[in-house]
């Protein structure tokens, strides 16, 4: 988010301070700047506050049911789908930034004050009102959702599920904002775009029920299980990021009644991050070229994700596979040690990937990609074992650890505790 020094730096935010920008509710007053350089990293600053919460919430729901809030497997999965949609983050700007900035120096109309409460509320309509857009457009456009699709892969519904995001998703959505770019200043614009973001997480529970009359304006975890939910009554329903009055203006509002089964209509049944963010793409690519006629072959890509040809639109509601309540998730066996194995070395990468953004700075291009190289590697990996997939997985994984010692005696790699140097090479 910070985007040069000239201000000198972005400013530093208090623990409660960013606690409260997690739930949006921290006023004009304590986050409005004169220029984007001095906008905290919210996001980033942001990640201890997630890994708190994760914990607090296997505590409440094995106090509630008896019964963990997720798997390691689909955790696992989460966190790399989250890894993987930053890792272009390392190496270019934020693309909704670099866009908003050039609209915003080169064709805004006028300029509202940055400081003024106004402009703060305005604003805050603004980037919701614009992520309802954007959100109902990416489940109604096939090509859209091809990206989207990725964070409603998880069939378990938790915390670790708001960290599973597509790689691809931030290079469409940033066109929806610009027309804002026109009047609202860019430092008030990147403060909002953080806080909608950030809020969306905590909604990702199953153990926070009903919050009584905040339902009826706020996006709630309530609302929010439903648009993850693959019953029929769920479908495309309840877009909002932080608000919920959008949904009930045009129509999209759904109330959770039956138990929500959580996931896509047609599982993708995989763990493996690069097969969850690029198999739908490939769907598009075979179901266009199978289609005869151009017009038809455009509806395959600009129509939605049920649109066949002779269908609506949107496809026909009465295609939606049914809700038994049987449901099983993707759950391959795997012995009780590889599971433990799994999290050891995804705690050593997620280790490896904080200590590059913090010193990325400083270090070379091709170190840069070798690190993101072997953690891409590593992710690929983990999600095959978690699959059982053999012997593909073991011999995958032979190679990363071989690289690993490799790039790690070479200085390539290296920990931010440099007394686990040697434990990490065990």
Known sequence: WAMGSEAGGPRATAPGQQLRALFYVLPPGESSFRTVEEVPDYVEKSIPFFIAFIGLEFVVSWVQKRKLAGRINDGISSLSLGILSRLPDVLFRSFDLISYIYVWNNYRLFELPWDSPWTWYLTLLGVDFVYYCFHRISHEVNILWAAHQVHHSSEDYNLFTALRQSVLQKYTSWIFNLPMALFIPPSVFAVHLQFNLLYQFWIHTEVVTKLGPLEWILNTPSHHRVHHGRNP???????????????????????????????????????????????????????????????????????????????????????????????????????????????????????????????????????????????????????LLMENRQPKADILEIIRCLVFVAVYKLGHLRSQFSSLGSAYEV
């Open 233 to 383: 009554y769920c479908i495309d329903k309840n877009y909002g990021g932080t608000l919920i009055i959008w949904d009930r203006i045009f129509g999209t509002f759904e109330a959770e009644d039956a138990k929500v089964v959580y996931g896509l209509t047609h599982p993708v049944n995989s763990f493996d991050p690069i097969m969850l963010q690029l198999r739908p793409l490939v769907h598009i690519w075979n179901t266009f070229w199978a289609t005869p006629g151009f017009c038809n072959k455009l509806s395959v890509i600009f129509k939605g994700p049920g649109w066949g040809p002779g269908k609506p639109r949107l496809g026909l509601p009465e295609e939606i596979p049914v809700i038994t309540g049987k449901e099983v998730p993707f759950n391959p066996s795997v012995p009780a040690y590889l599971n433990w194995y799994a999290v050891v070395h995804f705690a050593i990468i997620m280790e490896l990937y904080t200590g590059l953004l913090g010193t990325v700075t400083m270090l070379s291009q091709g170190t840069i990609l070798l690190r993101i190289g072997f953690i891409i590697l590593s992710l690929t990996s983990f999600g």
